[in-house]
Structures are given as C-alpha cells and as structure tokens.
C-alpha cells in the first residue's frame, strides 16, 4: 500500500488544484506555511521541495533523512478513494464516520465525553476492503493519509525503523489531521513469538507504542492547542488473533470487516461490468451472486477481470486484427469458466475463526 512519489509526479503538480495530490494539499492546509501560488512548473517542483525542507526543520530532533522518507514514501497521494466507490460494509463505514470522520471535521463536538479514539483495528479476510476503507476515511475526512506496512518496518526500514516510526509520528501530527494507516500491524503487534522475538522488532514496537501513547498524552493535556491534534492510527490485520493483549487493548475500536453478502456482491458485480460491453440479464447476475458466495472483495475483482478476457481469449492471435466493435459481449458463461479456476481465497473453517474473533473482541456496530 505505499505509494512512492516520482519525479514525474512531482513536475505534473498543480498548486491551483487543492486536491492536486495529497501531498501538496495536505501542506497547504497548513496554515503556517501557505505560500502564494508559482507561477513556473520549475517553480513548482521547488517551492514544494522549500515547503518540505521547511517542515522538517520545524521538527526538532526529528531524524531529517527519516523525515524526507516519510514523505517520499510514506505520504500518500492521488487515487482518491470516496465511500462510494466501496461496495457495501455499510456498518463499517457509519463507525468509521462516527470514530474519524465526523470528529476531524467537527473537533469542537468531539470534546470531553465525545473525546474521538486515537486507534481503530480493522480486521477480518484479505481482499475485503480494509485498505479501501483507510483510504477513503483519508479522504472523507481531508486528512494527510500516511501508509505503511508493518511488515516493511521490520524488513525494509530495518535499522532506520525507530528513527522513521519517530519522523512518521512527528510529521503526521505536524501535518494533522491525519489518518497513519498501518497494514499488517500483526506483524510488530504480534504474541506469537514473543520468547523469540528479536531485539530489534521488540525495539520497533516499543517505539510504536510510546509515540502512539504521546498522541493521547496529549489530547489529555492542559495545552489546549494539543487537543486540536487530530492524528489517528488506523491499522489492518488478517490475523488479528496474532496481536498480544496489550496492544489489543489499545485499539479502542475493533471492527470487523467480512467477507461481501449476496447484495454487496451483486453491487460490486454491477459496477465491475458497468464499463463493459456484457449481456447479463438481472437473473443472471443474481445467479453469479449466488455462485460467487464465499468471495471476498478482491476474489470477485479478480473473477470480474478474468471473465473479461473471455472474449479476448476465444480469439488467440486473431484478436491483433480484430476490430473493437466486432469483439463479442462478456457473458455469463465466460463467468462460469473464470469461476472454474478462480477459487475463494478464504476457507469456511478459516472463516469460522474470524467470526469467533469478532464475538469474543470486535466493537458491536
Ligand atoms: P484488504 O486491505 O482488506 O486486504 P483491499 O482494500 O486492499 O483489501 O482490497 C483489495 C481489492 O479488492 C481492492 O482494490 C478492490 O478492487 C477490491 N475490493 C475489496 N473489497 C471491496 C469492496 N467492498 N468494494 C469494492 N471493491 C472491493
């Protein structure tokens, strides 16, 4: 789920544009370092270099090279992902607006009582749109979005790690609101190895879990600028089962993501064919839901995209010289023959055990 920036994305850039890239954007909406408009693309590029440059030096001992890979890699940008553009989870999304969404956009009501949570887990299958969900809550919510994937820390960043949860933690609060989404976070978060867990990841997730702990420090504190600090973790996990009791209980909100119902699939199923030329009737799309119980988001992407090359496949070689016009319409058969090959990616029996997860410690609603 980490994006990279580019060069070719920095010089496409279009400071009018608020919602150019997330990137740009989020720091505009940073009141202290607003900048009038370039008028070059060269100025451009380096005004948001500037701007950056600017910010990392407000951050007082804050790992500076760290800091510039939170940005270049970290921050997310583009892409924008909306609640429409996600299939059902309907509960999943009136809790997110009312843990995230609403409170970003109306801190004043968020107060006292209605003090907003600093972690969400969202857990359950691969493929069932726990990724979407962070996004468009990044959007929905305008907040800077950061993206990262637990595994990379104690892989990719190794060594750096601790510097870069510090950089990410100080940066997101610079830029807030902001969402830090954390993918796989089992994989800092987890018991399992505990007794064999190497120094440098017990380190990772020490470091995680203090800077963490200073966001809710300070929403309790006198300054009352502090509380206006609206960052939130929001991680997602396939394992949730992994994840020792301490860090369970720090997120607050635990809300489980299933696999899609018969109605999800079929709206999925609708919007996946919307731009294609198909012959599917309403039966026939509700005989494809019927077939494709068990799905996850993801597994019906991939069917979805299979069965269109149906048309294509019967073809062979002759498709180079085939005009567009003339190339059949997707049916239902070619789902028939996808979902041959196309299998669900979760078990019943795996199934069975996130629900009994979610029994004993998901959030009702
Ligand atoms: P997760 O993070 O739960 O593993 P993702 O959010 O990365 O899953 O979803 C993977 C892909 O599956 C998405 O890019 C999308 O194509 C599809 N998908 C999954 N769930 C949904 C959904 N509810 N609505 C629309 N597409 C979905």
Redesign the pocket.
Known sequence: ?VVRTTSQTKTRVNPTSVAATTKTSAISTNPTITKPAPQSLDEVTQTKEQLEDELIESLPGVDKTAAKQIFSEIVVHGDEVYWD?????ETAKNSLKEAVVYPFLRPDLFRGLREPVRGML?F??????????ARAVATESKSTFFSISASSLTSKYLGESEKLVRALFAVAKKLSPSIIFV?EIDSIMGSRNNESENESSRRIKNEFLVQWSSLSSAAAGKDSKDTDDRVLVLA?T?LPWSIDEAARRRFVRRQY?PL?EAT?RKV?LK?LLLNQRHTLTDEEFEELVLLTDGY???D??SLAKDAAMGPLRELGDELLFTETDSIRSVNLEDFRNSLKYIKPSVSKDGLNRYEEWAASFGSSG
């Open positions: 789920t553009d996600i299939a059902g989870l969202l359950g299958p691969p493929g069932t749109g726990k990724t979407m969900l993918d997602a396939n993501i899609p999800t999925q919007r996850s988001g993801s019906i992407t």
